[in-house]
């Protein structure tokens, strides 16, 4: 009679004890798994992050493009021209005022 009362409520308590571990490894895998929480959070964060690279990396190509096609074909932006030209040299006429700014790649 002890018995049957002893295993008449250890059974529940066993299934529920299973169930909660079988459900807290369910759960620990949605939020710290490959696919989880966690990780869904830390690839939005880089995939800004790279979106803000590649909006740069585009703003950069722009700007080139412009300037290549300023110097290019039969037409030469002059003062395009000159100022690459004395940036090169180093060259300034005798009235001319140089404010050095510096350089935006040494600067990032």
């Known amino acids: 009679m002890v018995r049957t009362r002893l295993s008449a409520n250890l059974a529940p308590i066993v299934f529920h004890v299973f169930a909660a571990m079988v459900s807290g490894y369910f759960v620990w895998h949605a939020i710290?798994?490959?696919?989880?929480?966690?990780t869904r959070d830390e690839n939005a964060e880089k995939v800004a992050e790279l979106q803000t690279t590649l909006d740069g990396l585009r703003a950069e190509r722009a700007?080139?493009?412009r300037n290549i096609e300023l110097v290019r074909g039969e037409a030469i932006?002059?003062?395009l021209l000159e100022e690459q030209a004395r940036v090169e040299l180093g060259r300034i006429q005798k009235?001319?005022?140089v404010i050095l700014l510096p350089d935006e790649?040494?600067?990032n």
């Open 32 to 38: 710290h798994g490959q696919r989880g929480l966690k």
């Open 63 to 65: 700007r080139w493009k």
């Open 77 to 79: 932006d002059r003062d």
């Open 95 to 97: 009235n001319e005022v």
């Open 105 to 107: 790649k040494k600067r």
